[in-house]
């Protein structure tokens, strides 16, 4: 794999508990192909932690068989000044402006990057990040 190819983006979802996986899967395609980054780069999925038990993330983690990464809420603040989006519905709740750009930037590490702010289906929200 080149270095262009190697897995180093982190997708960052949010969802709402009916979303079927079908339709996550779909968000993280189109969000991978706004990129134009082969979906080799997809190293990992991320959510907030108290979601991603959820049937429909864990299967969208097997069909990229890649990693899920539940990420807490304190990192997901830590964060959240490099967050662009700012829904004020997810920051009365969530305390961060967008969950599917802090989860994918907690879980890509120190001095990772949003590649890609956030993007939405009817039921879910996928952010791209770039781990440093």
């Known amino acids: ?14 969802f709402r508990h009916a979303t079927p996986a079908a339709e ?6 189109r969000a ?6 082969p979906p080799a780069r997809l ?7 108290d979601r991603a038990g959820e049937p429909a993330i864990r299967a969208v ?11 807490s809420e304190d990192a997901m603040i830590a964060v ?8 004020a519905r997810i920051a ?5 402006g967008s969950v599917a750009e802090a989860a994918a930037l907690a879980a890509a590490g120190e001095g ?10 009817s039921g879910a929200t996928c952010a791209l990040a770039l781990r440093a």
């Open 1 to 14: 794999m080149s270095g262009r190819d190697a897995p180093d983006i982190v997708a960052g979802l949010g």
């Open 92 to 96: 009365a709740s969530r305390r961060v």
């Open 61 to 71: 983690a097997e069909r990229f068989g890649r990693p899920l990464t539940g990420v």
């Open 112 to 121: 990772a990057t949003l590649l890609l702010p956030r993007i939405a289906s």
């Open 32 to 37: 991978l192909s706004e990129v134009a980054a």
């Open 43 to 49: 190293a990992g999925l991320a959510t907030a932690a």
């Open 80 to 87: 959240d000044a490099r967050v662009v989006t700012r829904s």
């Open 24 to 29: 996550i899967v779909a968000l993280v395609e």
